[in-house]
């Protein structure tokens, strides 16, 4: 059974750090683009950050470009969301999402289509 799962939530303060997991099963992460997305209570789904299959570049919004970066693992078949001086408003599920990287197609767009997560909540209060 091919599936997603993410680890790494929980509540913090702000300025706090938090390292998301995105842990791929029942298939090879190598090659798929691996994406984080978030949504929030009341508001749509936003594009977090992604890692491209084929050569490993990246793409993070520009909200939090200054705090998180994401990574992977393909030895260890995961993806990561590390996260740093998290705000009130970085509270939200995140999702991980990760799908195959055709010719042309986009980070975010690949990983959409592809596997999801069922998403792992961060608070960041005081």
């Known amino acids: 059974q091919m599936q997603l799962e993410e680890s790494g939530g929980g509540s913090v303060h702000p300025g706090g750090s938090l390292t998301l997991s995105c842990a791929g099963s029942?298939?090879?992460?190598?090659?798929?683009?691996i994406a984080w997305f978030r949504q929030a209570p009341g508001k749509e789904r936003e594009e977090v950050a992604c890692v491209s299959s084929v050569d490993g570049s990246t793409a993070v919004a520009a909200s939090v470009k200054d705090r998180f970066s994401i990574s992977r693992d393909n030895a260890v078949n995961k993806g990561y969301l590390q996260m740093s001086d998290l705000k009130p408003d970085d509270t939200a599920v995140y999702y991980c999402?990760?799908?195959?990287?055709?010719?042309?197609?986009?980070?975010?767009?690949?990983?959409?289509?592809?596997?999801w997560g069922q998403g792992t909540q961060v608070t960041v209060s005081s």
């Open positions: 999402a990760a799908g195959l990287m055709g010719e042309g197609v986009p980070c975010y767009r690949a990983a959409t289509h592809g596997y």
């Open positions: 029942g298939f090879p992460l190598r090659y798929y683009a």
